[in-house]
């Protein structure tokens, strides 16, 4: 039962910092980049290139990996998802963001392959005690980095002048511009700060299933499921949710069964959207005025 | 992966070269189906390089009734339809006479109906799926010198018993074909012996946990656990029942032969028995596998022979296409392109009626096959290995288990 509970959330807690990046950008404009997983991926795959291959150092490898996405995130946002939203029921953005994520994918295959690249953990592979349970420290950093990044971003978010614009840019980009804040540019900052997310992630779940070019798809559904069921303009909601799911696959795959895993937790999402719509603590859009 | 995409182009120009070269000279095109890129990649490689210093040997040799042989070989990228899609044209345009190949089983399946459609012979190099042979079907294209999951079964059965005296066995398998047979075969061989699997677990290769399968194998208390998957997923594995403290002995079957095994278990790789047919690392190896594992390393420029990967898949690649050679030449051929169907025809019912003596590798096959058995590998040739600083040795065990029993 610990066992499962610490495995739990371990994992819980890296799908919720990946489900992270869907709430940062439909906070500020209701979008979100339906290929996410492929970002965390791509992030996975510079974290071999960078820590395996060129030999750099952990944290150049994280800053190096995290602001590469951002980039590409701000990128993403300009050519994306801004000339898709015409109008205020514009779904466009869903299919630019899959398709840049497919070929983004395609592209990533052609230049790391499609085999599972081995990258080893920079905290090594010794097997930690935990009351009787196990860990790999690899496993144990993860709640930890999880925590920091979350705590940087309701800093950022509730004492400084950029996480007030972003805020602002959420509640009214209308009032928010009014103001002398630039909306497009806020969107574009969250769609950057979405990648940075997305890169750190992706150098945490190197070392435990290898970097893999085509696990994208797998990481991003799961994780937006998580950011749907936490609520996708909640951030407390999402790590409330990541972590409940992550325990709860555990539970389900030891006492019910591992082939039922999946089945169980998707039933759960369903569930609980049943009773809750919006999400764990999403918010209802009627009400926000 | 880079280099090797370009060493792969490469490879494939000068194919390119040749064939338009040789087939001035008319030669006797031999057709190789299996994944060169996806998944199977580095499986799939060590298949077609196996293949391709057969038919070198063969047309060193003279060839077959003064012809040499030509290899056409296409990627299916393990997924059945573009394996069809592949057999198909080299069956209807590029005219083979035979074909080779494949790695995975599903697609080794799916070619059932195309070569029995187009009635050309097929040897199975690797795809050890019970059912890829359909033995219903008169007259029966398919052969194999691939081992095969009801007889790997049985073997690793027999082993976890008698190496480590195993009474309670549990499975780990992966969610494919392979994984599905693995489970369904290793129960059938408990059952043989009175027994039933104390735990069956299922994962997934993208798995990003795996703890709770590790959990509920330690729970079952098993002596042992078969694992039956790709080898990254069976590395995944090993960490995690290393992570919840269990002590159950791992034994693989043989796709633990990839590099990859000891890549991604780490030091936890050590010690893991493999279930192998051929190790260019035996003491006693004959003079067929000296010559061919020199030749094998001149040619791919490997420095050291602990550095051949899948060295059983090459192996059952040599065979297969030497078993394929010794038919054609042994067939009365027409070697005329109306004919070809015929020859096709002769080339099978020579396999199937009395083919051997003939030295390979993994041994001396004769009779290769006969009408009721189109597996010419059985348990006999199982041997079973270890990886050892991240080399696949023999293992010696209590009895011997690296020699041929």
């Known amino acids: 039962m610990f066992q499962a509970t610490l495995s739990g959330l371990a994992v819980g807690s890296l799908f919720a910092l990946i489900a992270v990046g869907f709430n940062l950008t439909f906070i500020v404009n209701r979008t979100v980049n339906f290929a996410h997983g492929q970002w965390v991926a791509v992030g996975s795959l510079l974290a071999f290139t960078l820590l395996v291959e060129w030999q750099m150092p952990l944290l150049v490898t994280i800053i190096g990996t995290g602001v590469l996405l951002g980039i590409l995130g701000v990128a993403l946002e300009r050519v994306g998802i801004r000339p898709m939203l015409g109008h205020s029921l514009s779904l466009g953005f869903i299919m630019s963001t899959l398709a840049i994520g497919i070929m983004l994918e395609n592209a990533a295959l052609w230049w790391w392959g499609s085999t599972a690249l081995f990258v080893p953990s920079p905290l090594g592979e010794e097997r930690i005690d935990v009351f009787g349970a196990g860990i790999y420290p690899q496993e144990a950093v993860i709640p930890a980095v999880t925590a920091l990044m979350l705590a940087g971003l309701a800093l950022l978010y509730r004492f400084t002048r950029l996480g007030r614009a972003l805020r602002a840019t959420a509640e009214n980009p209308e009032a928010a511009r009014l103001m002398g804040i630039d909306a497009k540019r806020m969107i574009g900052f969250a769609y950057g700060l979405a990648g940075l997310m997305a890169g750190v992630a992706g150098v945490l779940v190197a070392p435990l299933t290898g970097a893999l070019a085509a696990a994208g798809a797998g990481l991003g559904l799961k994780a937006f499921a998580i950011a749907i069921v936490g609520g996708l303009d909640s951030i407390t909601g999402t790590l409330i949710a990541g972590l409940l799911l992550g325990v709860a696959e555990q539970y389900i795959a030891l006492y019910i069964s591992p082939g039922l895993r999946d089945v169980g937790v998707f039933a759960i999402v369903i569930v609980i959207l049943l009773v809750r719509p919006f999400g764990l603590l999403g918010t209802r859009e009627d009400e926000k005025v | ?405």
């Open chain 2, 1 to 405: 992966m880079k280099r090797f995409t370009a060493t792969l182009l490469g490879s494939a120009l000068a194919g390119l070269l040749v064939t338009a070269g040789a087939t001035a000279q008319e030669t006797l095109k031999i057709g190789w189906i299996g994944p060169l890129s996806g998944w199977g990649t580095f499986g799939g490689t060590a298949i077609m390089r196996g293949t391709a210093l057969a038919i070198d040997h063969i047309n060193a040799e003279g060839g077959v009734h003064g012809r040499m042989l030509e290899l056409v070989p296409r990627d299916s990228a393990a997924k059945p339809e573009q394996a069809i899609t592949v057999a198909r044209e080299l069956i209807d345009r590029e005219n083979v006479y035979a074909l080779i190949g494949k790695f995975d089983s599903s697609s080794a399946k799916a070619l059932n109906p195309v070569i029995h459609e187009g009635g050309v012979p097929m040897m199975l190099s690797i795809a050890a799926a019970t059912k890829n042979i359909e033995y219903e079907r008169d007259p029966n294209f398919m052969f194999r010198t691939s081992g095969a999951d009801h007889f790997i079964a049985e073997f690793l059965v027999d082993f976890a018993m008698k190496e480590y005296g195993a009474e309670k066995i549990a499975i780990g398998f992966e969610d494919t074909g392979y994984g599905f047979g693995g489970r369904d075969d290793i129960t059938r061989a408990l059952e043989a012996k009175g027994m039933e699997p104390v735990a069956k677990v299922k994962f997934s290769r993208p798995d990003t946990d795996m703890t709770a399968q590790a959990q509920i194998i330690k729970r079952s208390e098993a002596d042992a656990v078969i694992l039956y998957s790709i080898a990254k997923a069976d590395a995944m594995m090993i960490r995690s029942l290393n992570k919840v403290g269990a002590e159950t002995t791992v034994i693989c079957a043989w796709a633990a032969s990839s590099p990859e095994l000891p890549k991604f278990a780490g030091p936890l790789g050590e010690g893991i028995t493999v279930m192998q047919t051929y190790s260019f690392l035996d003491e006693n190896l004959d003079d067929l596998g000296m010559r061919m594992r020199a030749d094998f390393m001149a040619k791919h420029e490997i420095p050291d022979p602990t550095k051949i990967p899948f060295p059983a898949f090459t192996a059952h690649a040599y065979d297969g296409m030497l078993l394929l050679g010794a038919a054609m030449k042994k067939s009365d051929l027409s070697l005329d392109s109306a004919d070809l169907a015929s020859d096709r025809m002769k080339i099978r019912d020579t396999l199937e009626t009395g083919l051997g003596p003939v030295q390979g590798l993994i041994k001396t096959y004769d009779p290769a096959f006969t009408k009721d058995n189109h597996d010419s590998v059985g348990p006999a040739d199982y041997i079973m290995t270890v990886w050892n600083e991240g080399k696949l040795v023999p293992y010696k065990g209590k009895h011997d288990w690296g020699k041929k029993h």
